[in-house]
């Protein structure tokens, strides 16, 4: 085995855990909810929400840490903690501690997740990057695809052993990566913002918690005005703060950078509609269809699987013919799915006709659109930038994430029996209407430039990464 590919094997041990956490937390989702039993679904959401508010406001402060001080440094510290972390979530005795526990999960995944992108990208040259990154996305899908029957089977022994099984994982990873891993790092430029960090996840909390809190207080309650009143103070302090500290959250060269800052947007609103429908499978079926966890595990298995077979060609496909136009396809595929759901699915089972198209064509969209995503947010960028950049798109889908949770919960309420179909509905013509934002979002980032080897800056000269298409539309 060549070093590259034992080094992409490597690195891509850190996307393959956070994914597969993501995905098989929500399916031990139910079995938390009974263990713990007396807790509403929205306090139970922090369990979900908590680590993605924490990671996505300290992913780019550790990406440009690990920029810094070594992204090898920092890829090894992530996995440390992270597996550290999920031994304390499977030994919590309380909702609150366990949120508290995921907390630190998300600050490892942080480190973690950016560094391995980080790692990687220097090890092709720069006409492979894309393909580099399709790969890099693909593991991700293959953890997903993993995640839902694999925590189906661990939550039959206890909804601990979802956690626990990181531990031997992170393990084997920490002495792979010492040995193997070469240390890349910029010294350049001051250090990373840590008040930003903390105003983004002040204001994003706050944001998150009126949209949870809304349907229980009233959404004329002056508690609820006041927190969406406090999310938009804050997030406007940190508007101005980026705006003039030398290593802001979000640096503005990169935020100027067309691609990079349209790639976002678009990012954020397809992960409100991905963590909507992937929390909103789980508990239709369990509650609605009243499926067992592992037979909702096994069920909802398709849709990540599909979008780990089209993560590669999706990667490939936009080097060749445009990000811009396979992101589109992605996501008009992804809300198609969600039309089907609204218009199939019924009260009693009916899998091959209903939830099954469904998962296939969401799938198949989510494995477009997320190489989509990942190329268009760093290909632009010079690898000195390329932590701080994948740091930045991962922030944007975990806000998605925690906001699309929120607005679900929110839209869901307290159904009864009689009225949960309909709101499992109104949930989903939500996410339709997000993944068509994130379609526009993404055909308006136009050809992406990719940045050579040399350049310095985001601004520095690139050469066109769309030139198949380009001659198409001529």
Sequence with gaps: MSRRAKVTLVVSVGVFMASLDLFIVNIAFPSIQRDFAGTT????????????????????????????????RGFLWGMVLFSLASAACAAAPSVAVLVVARVFQSVGAAFMVPTSLGLLLPEYPAEKRAAAVGIWAAVGGV?????????????????????????????????????????????????????????????????????VKGPDWGWGDERVAGLFAGALILLVALAVRSARHPAPLIEPAIARTRAVALANIGALLFFCAFGAMLLGSVLFLTSVWHESVLRAGIQITPGPATAAIFAVPGGLLGNRL?????????????????????THMGIHPTYASSLLPTQLLGGAGVGLVLPTLSAAATASLPPTRFATGTAVLGMSRQLGSALGVAILVAVLGH???????????????????FALLAGIALLAVGPVRVASAQSESPSAPAVLAEPAMQRLAA
Excluded at 51 to 70: E, M, N, Q, S, T
């Design 41 to 72: 679904l929205g306090s139970l959401s922090w369990i979900l929400n908590a680590y993605a508010i924490a990671f996505a406001a300290l992913l780019v402060p550790a990406g440009r840490w690990a920029d810094r001080a070594g992204r090898k």
């Design 143 to 211: 953890a997903a695809a993993a995640g839902p029957p694999v925590g189906g089977l661990l939550v039959q022994a206890g909804w601990r052993w979802v956690f626990l099984v990181n531990v031997p994982i992170g393990v084997a990873t920490i002495v792979a990566a010492r040995r193997l891993l070469r240390e890349v790092h910029d010294r350049a430029g001051a250090r990373p913002d840590l008040l930003g960090a903390g105003l983004i996840t002040a204001g994003v909390g706050a944001l998150t918690f009126a949209i």
């Design 322 to 342: 445009g990000q811009r136009y396979v992101g589109l396809i992605g996501a008009l595929l992804f809300a198609a799915g969600g039309i089907w759901w609204r």
């Design 415 to 433: 159904p009864t029996p009689a009225s949960a179909l309909g709101a499992f509905r109104d949930g989903w013509a939500v996410i339709i209407g």
